[in-house]
């Protein structure tokens, strides 16, 4: 059986001399995980399409027991990001957080649609690491159903903007009332809307806000303490990027 579809590679490894294991997040069919056979040999056709941050389209050959590629044309190869250590360490935990994140040989568009733009901006220094961070982290929760309640307060209703305070543990806010029973984070100005438009917004709008910087930061240490709460995971990648931004 064959498969075509775009994807974006989002994981490498070498299983030999020369082949490759990589995993794809593919619009159509998710994550999946297949062989490029003799990917390392300078002629290869698949060498430039099949290595990380690759986008393209794939021919993918469904054998019994695993997935191979059999032929990769590039689209978007995202040299740019490894110009800098510091985008490239931030593109790897894109990467691994759609790995663990997006649906298994199931739709994935809008995760696809989220990296890739989230790619483009950092190669091209579009936006700030700091906000493609906070945008990645809460929006892919969001699709991959972890989306926080953030329209009122979870206890009584209240739909005030200012003086809101969110429970990562939870998922919900609260106001100054009922914030006396819940563990929460007070949010400064600027933030909650920051994170209702993150979780809300259409594709089109998705990267169009600003905040001061300090304020970003915050936002940014918000979205990653909700998603570490949420999957209880640890991401190698999050901790080298901190390392590499110092």
């Given at each position: 059986m064959k498969l075509s579809t775009d994807?974006?590679?989002?994981?490498?490894?070498?299983?030999?001399e020369d082949d490759r294991l990589v995993t794809l997040l593919t619009r159509d069919y998710g994550v999946l995980r297949a062989f490029v056979r003799g990917a390392k040999r300078i002629?290869?056709?698949?060498?430039?399409?099949?290595?990380?941050?690759?986008?393209?389209?794939?021919?993918?050959?469904?054998?019994?027991d695993a997935y191979s590629i059999d032929e990769a044309q590039p689209i978007e190869i995202f040299f740019d990001l490894r110009n800098d250590i510091e985008a490239l360490s931030l593109a790897q935990y894109f990467c691994e957080l759609a790995g663990e994140?997006?649906?298994v040989e199931d739709d994935a568009d809008e995760y696809l649609k989220l990296v890739l733009n989230a790619l483009h901006m950092?190669?091209?220094n579009k936006r700030s690491h700091?906000?493609?961070?906070?945008?990645?982290?809460l929006r892919m929760m969001s699709l991959s159903g972890y989306m926080p309640d953030l329209v009122a307060c979870g206890d009584c209703g209240e739909l005030t903007d200012s003086?809101?305070?969110?429970?990562?543990?939870?998922?919900?806010?609260?106001?100054?009332?009922?914030?006396?029973?819940?563990?929460?984070?007070?949010?400064?100005?600027?933030?909650l809307s920051a994170?209702?438009?993150?979780?809300?917004?259409?594709?089109?709008k998705l990267f169009n806000f600003n905040l001061p910087d300090e304020s970003m930061s915050f936002l940014s240490d918000?979205?990653?303490k909700f998603l570490l709460t949420q999957t209880a995971k640890k991401f190698k990648t999050l901790d080298f990027y901190k390392m590499m931004k110092g």
């Open positions: 994807g974006l590679i989002i994981r490498e490894q070498q299983t030999g002629k290869s056709k698949s060498q430039s399409a099949t290595q990380l941050f690759a986008y393209g389209n794939f021919s993918i050959y469904r054998g019994k994140l997006a649906p950092l190669s091209k700091t906000q493609l961070k906070a945008i990645v982290e003086g809101m305070f969110f429970s990562p543990v939870e998922g919900q806010i609260f106001c100054g009332e009922c914030v006396k029973d819940h563990t929460c984070i007070a949010l400064p100005n600027g933030t994170m209702r438009h993150i979780c809300y917004a259409e594709n089109a918000v979205t990653e």
